[in-house]
């Protein structure tokens, strides 16, 4: 149950770091 918790965010984090990055391309762009 934690695993799964920490895998939750882990993934979570990932994803919002993702579109931070395209975010911040974009702008660039």
């Known amino acids: ?3 799964g918790f ?3 965010v882990h993934f979570t984090l ?3 770091g993702g579109c931070c990055v395209m975010l911040l391309t974009q702008c660039i762009n």
């Open 1 to 3: 149950m934690i695993g």
């Open 6 to 8: 920490v895998g939750f």
């Open 14 to 16: 990932y994803w919002t």
